[in-house]
């Protein structure tokens, strides 16, 4: 019954490796999301998903690959992962309502890296 | 435990009082807003919304205000409880129908018993 799931929770790797996060809405909604969390709580936009077309692509570092298979599923590589890349990532999917955008968010994903 | 959030605005209430939220925007061409709940180890919850013809809106114990001559938005919550204490963002959208919203710093509140 989850609305918007993430995989894995947590996420503990080494500097320097390649990880994944995956995301997937069951909400029948047309666009996706990945924010980034900071540890002060600051929300950020990295990139949006409307139909599988990239609709959003914010000042992110290209080590950080958004991927969507299809309109229900948006996953997030990142390459050569760094230490300042510790943070709580988090999925999104809205539809349209009269222009607004009401966004469900996922659980999250705490990514350490050591 | 977490160690997040030490820069994180705190509004402390008593439980059963009312409780009032504040967020500043800067962006004029803003014309929606929200206001989301974050709990711990949770991502943010929807809670209610207003569009920039209105200046007040009311749900369940909620009610948004916005202000659009300051920029100003608050969330007020009726008799709060100890479920209410969490994280709460204000966001708007970045520009009329835009999927890009931009999030305030938030505030955590914290229900006193």
């Known amino acids: 019954d989850t609305a918007v799931s993430q995989t894995p929770k947590y996420l503990v790797t080494q500097m320097g490796n390649d990880k994944s996060i995956k995301c997937e809405q069951n909400l029948g909604h047309d666009t996706m999301y990945w924010y980034k969390q900071d540890s002060k709580k600051f929300l950020k936009i990295m990139f949006s998903?409307?139909?599988?077309?990239?609709?959003i692509n914010e000042t992110v570092p290209n080590r950080f690959s958004p991927k969507s298979p299809d309109k229900a599923h948006l996953n997030l590589h990142i390459n050569s992962l760094e230490l300042g890349d510790s943070a709580v990532y988090f999925c999104?999917?809205?539809?349209?309502?009269?222009?607004?955008?009401?966004?469900?968010f996922g659980p999250g994903t705490r990514l350490t890296v050591l | 435990g977490e160690s997040v959030g030490l820069h994180l605005p705190t509004l402390s209430v008593q439980e059963g009082d009312n409780s009032i939220i504040n967020c500043a925007y800067s962006n004029s061409a803003s014309d929606y807003f929200i206001w989301y709940k974050q709990e711990s180890g949770k991502g943010p919850q929807f809670i209610i919304d207003i569009r920039s013809n209105m200046d007040k809106r009311q749900g369940q114990r909620v009610t948004v205000l916005l202000n659009k001559t300051v920029k100003h938005l608050s969330l007020q919550i009726a008799a709060t409880q100890p479920g209410d204490s969490a994280v709460y963002f204000c966001?708007?959208?970045?520009?009329?129908?835009?999927?890009?919203?931009?999030f305030g710093t938030g505030t955590r509140l914290k229900v006193l018993a």
């Open positions: 999104a999917s809205s539809q349209a309502r009269q222009g607004a955008h009401e966004q469900f």
């Open positions: 998903y409307n139909n599988k077309e990239l609709i």
């Open positions: 966001a708007e959208n970045a520009a009329s129908g835009t999927y890009k919203y931009i």
